[in-house]
Nanobody
Framework: QVQLVESGGGLVQAGVSLRLSCAASGRAFSSYDMAWFRQAPGKERVFVATITRSGGSTAYVDSVKGRFTISRDTARNTVYLQMNSLKPEDTAVYYC????????????????WGQGTQVTVSS
């Protein structure tokens, strides 16, 4: 089992950057593929980015390609989401997820979730 704690959210203006962190504890961090999802008010939770357990492969939803970067630091048991050129439509609660079934855009593929961190982007 692994526990995930997100941090780094906040209220920012459009165009600026934020870096989200997800600290993992418990079972070996390197055993998990990691992902970020987000959920806007009144909407479903949707995929944002994923990174394989080795860190060798990443994938993104089209709306964030070129602006967001997912990475992981095995020594710190942490996964990051660097978000640049933020837009109001990026406003959501961002969730970190861990799974062993392979990187996926489907939230059901992930067994462990953090509590979420709010990102609000004003225009």
């Amino acid at each position: 089992q692994v526990q995930l704690v997100e941090s780094g959210g906040g209220l920012v203006q459009a165009g600026v950057s934020l870096r989200l962190s997800c600290a993992a504890s418990g079972r070996a961090f390197s055993s998990y593929d990691m992902a970020w999802f987000r959920q806007a008010p009144g909407k479903e939770r949707v995929f944002v980015a994923t990174i394989t357990r080795s860190g060798g492969s990443t994938a993104y939803v089209d709306s964030v390609k070129g602006r967001f970067t997912i990475s992981r630091d095995t020594a710190r048991n942490t996964v990051y989401l660097q978000m640049n050129s933020l837009k109001p439509e990026d406003t959501a609660v961002y969730y970190c997820a861990a799974g062993v079934w392979g990187p996926s855009v489907n939230p059901r593929s992930y067994s462990y979730w953090g509590q979420g961190t709010q990102v609000t982007v004003s225009s």
